[in-house]
C-alpha cells in the first residue's frame, strides 16, 4: 500500500497561486499513477488532473487546462499541483489518489484510483 498526505492548502484572493503537494510513504511511489481531484460542498468529488508513474503524461480537466499544472518528484515520492490564476468556482477540498502503474481502470473517476490523502482546503475568495 501507498500513503498519501497533501499540504499547501489555504485562502487566497482571485487570480492567486497556491501549489499542493502530495507526499507519499509505503511502497514505491514511482509504482503509481497519480491523480488530484476536487469536491466542493454539495458536489461530487470531480477529477482535476492526472500524471503517469513517469511523469511522462499529463491530462486535466477543461475547467483547470492552462491553469494548473501536475508534477511529481519520484525520488522524494512527492507528487505537486501549482494552480495559478485561481477563481473563487476553484474552491474544494482538494485530494491526491494513486492507483498502481498499468492499470486498465478509469483516470477522470475516483474509483479508477485505489489510494486517497485526507485532502486539502482550498478556498479563493473573490
Known amino acids: 500500500q501507498v500513503q498519501l498526505a497533501e499540504s499547501g492548502g489555504g485562502l487566497v484572493q482571485t487570480g492567486g497561486s497556491l501549489r499542493l503537494s502530495c507526499a507519499a510513504s509505503?511502497?514505491?511511489?514511482?509504482?503509481?499513477?497519480m491523480g488530484w481531484f476536487r469536491q466542493a460542498p454539495g458536489q461530487e468529488r470531480e477529477f482535476v488532473a492526472a500524471?503517469?508513474?513517469?511523469?511522462?503524461?499529463?491530462t486535466y480537466a477543461d475547467s483547470v487546462k492552462g491553469r494548473f499544472t501536475i508534477s511529481r518528484d519520484n525520488a522524494k515520492n512527492a507528487g505537486y499541483l501549482q494552480m495559478n490564476s485561481l477563481k473563487p468556482e476553484d474552491t474544494a477540498v482538494y485530494s491526491c489518489?494513486?492507483?498502481?502503474?498499468?492499470?486498465?481502470?478509469?483516470?477522470?473517476?475516483?474509483?479508477?484510483?485505489?489510494?486517497w490523502g485526507q485532502g486539502t482546503q482550498v478556498t479563493v475568495s473573490s
Open positions: 509505503g511502497r514505491t511511489f514511482s509504482w503509481y499513477d
Open positions: 500524471i503517469t508513474w513517469t511523469g511522462g503524461s499529463t
Open positions: 489518489a494513486a492507483r498502481p502503474r498499468y492499470s486498465t481502470s478509469s483516470t477522470y473517476r475516483p474509483i479508477g484510483y485505489d489510494y
